[in-house]
């Protein structure tokens, strides 16, 4: 059974970035097999884990609209499916990455979206986690691209807004009813100790923790290098941080 944590918050919180993280953790200590799934549709967790993209779930939904009298019949749609998944999964070092993309031009989303759904039932039970970067807000919720989540963390930035906007997203995970059996709140970015009066509004907003990772300088070093999260110095605060909230949440 493989362990799906999947990562939420606000926007530009941080979530990629821990989702990176996160990933290279769970491969350093672990030594787990890791199914990477970008699920922002503005992908770039990829570049992130240091790999490129050379299709993603979006692009195979616009070949089966191009394609779409070919694949009318029922069972040859089925196996055009299953060959396109295996022909979409990213391999990298020591992990796969699944990235959802989207369509061409202007529209929903909604093909993509269950594609991908389709695509994660069918490859989670092949590894022992699966880590889930979302984009910002609340429509992978309401969506339900993300359901049946064993950890769910919530980031946000250490003020007071962004507190409440993780609170937000736990209200509507238990009014959506989405499957989620152990929710964390991360405040990333922090300077230092967490002011009273934070801890405070995380308390009341009904948040245990918080866990907590610093201001890493190193982070936008290799940001600015362009560098993958791979490079970052194993003693660097981000990562030694992460594999201690690792071992709390696991
Ligand atoms: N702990 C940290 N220390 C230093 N910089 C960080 C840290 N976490 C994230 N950042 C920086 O913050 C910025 C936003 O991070 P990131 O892209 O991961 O956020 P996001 O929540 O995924 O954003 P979006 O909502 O656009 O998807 C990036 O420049 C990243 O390098
Ligand atoms: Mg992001």
Redesign the pocket.
């Known amino acids: 059974m493989s362990v799906k944590i999947a990562v939420a918050?606000k926007?530009?919180?941080?979530?990629?970035?821990?989702s990176a993280l996160i990933v290279r953790s769970l491969i350093e200590e672990k030594k787990a097999s890791v199914l990477a799934l970008d699920a922002?549709p503005n992908s770039n967790l990829n570049e992130l884990l240091g790999v490129k993209v050379n299709s993603t779930v979006g692009h195979i939904v616009e070949d089966f609209k191009k394609n779409g009298a070919v694949i009318s019949s029922g069972l040859y749609k089925d196996q055009m499916v299953e060959m396109n998944l295996h022909q979409s999964v990213i391999e990298g070092k020591g992990f796969d990455l699944l990235v959802m993309g989207r369509g061409e031009g202007p529209g929903c989303y909604c093909a993509a979206n269950n594609l991908f759904k389709k695509y994660i039932d069918m490859l989670q039970g092949s590894y022992d986690f699966v880590v889930m970067?979302n984009?910002?807000g609340l429509e992978h919720l309401s969506r339900k691209t993300t359901n049946n989540v064993d950890i769910m963390l919530i980031?946000s930035d250490p003020s007071a807004r962004g507190i409440l906007s993780a609170s937000r997203i736990n209200t509507l995970i238990n009014e959506l009813t989405i499957k989620v059996k152990k929710t964390f709140l991360i405040i990333?970015?922090l300077d230092g100790p967490p002011d009273e009066r934070l801890l405070r509004i995380v308390k009341d907003n009904g948040f245990d923790g918080p866990l907590t990772?610093?201001?890493?300088l190193q982070?936008?070093d290799t940001?600015l290098n362009c560098e993958s999260i791979f490079s970052l110095h194993e003693n660097s605060i981000?990562i030694s941080q992460i594999k201690k909230i690792l071992l709390k949440i696991l």
């Open positions: 918050g926007g530009g919180t941080g979530k990629t970035t821990l922002d970067d984009e910002a980031i990333n970015r990772v610093d201001n890493d982070i936008n940001e981000s």
